[in-house]
């Protein structure tokens, strides 16, 4: 069975040595908490982003990463992601991954957010909604061709961990009707 990778902050402490160590988890697993499942699906081992997770919504302490499938996840019902993070309290997400297009067209990509996002396509900033924000909807057009790898970074934060932590990515095209960037489309590293 295929596996997921996730690091989290007592490990290290274990360990006693910098640097990063990552534990393998079986797909499917849920996360510590218990509520939400991460990595990709059996049948898309090699496809997903790298997430990784920190305290406070500026990216001040870095805890933990993970594969995610995608970028559609809402955290309303649980006080924060992971039991890697303190409850109530901010932190922020930096998922970094490469997604491509399976189509030769204009495509719109949007992010829904509660609260900050921003978005780069290829290193260039092209989403920024970096404010506390009930959740809402930002977009950017952009042409692509079918097939060519885009390199994706997108950043998150909640501001409170009380309520409303959301966020999700989207893309519409003229023959593509709006939908998740599907995880056979994203991949954590360049093939
Ligand atoms: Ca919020």
Redesign the pocket.
């Known amino acids: 069975m295929a596996s997921v990778r996730t690091e989290g902050r007592s490990d290290r402490r274990r360990r006693g040595q910098a640097g990063r160590r990552w534990l393998q988890l079986k797909i499917g697993s849920l996360s510590s908490d218990g509520s939400l499942p991460w990595g990709p699906s059996k049948e898309n081992p090699k496809h997903g982003l790298l997430a990784d997770f920190y305290i406070g919504r500026e990216f001040q302490s870095d805890q933990f990463a993970r594969q995610t499938a995608n970028i559609n996840l809402n955290w309303d019902n649980v006080p924060v992601p992971d039991k890697e993070l303190p409850e109530f309290k901010p932190y922020s997400v930096r998922w970094t991954g490469y997604f491509k297009p399976t189509t030769t067209e204009t495509y719109t990509i949007f992010t829904a957010s509660?609260?900050g996002v921003r978005l780069w396509i290829d290193d260039k900033l092209v989403i920024d909604n970096w404010t506390?924000?009930?959740e809402s909807e930002d977009a950017v057009q952009v042409s692509l061709n079918s097939g060519v790898f885009h390199r994706l970074r997108l950043e998150y934060f909640?501001?409170?961990?009380?309520?409303?932590?959301?966020i999700r990515l989207y893309w519409q095209s003229p023959t593509i009707r709006k939908e998740y960037v599907p995880e056979q489309c994203l991949y954590y590293a360049k093939p």
């Open positions: 509660d609260d506390c924000h009930s909640e501001a409170s961990g009380l309520q409303g932590q959301r």
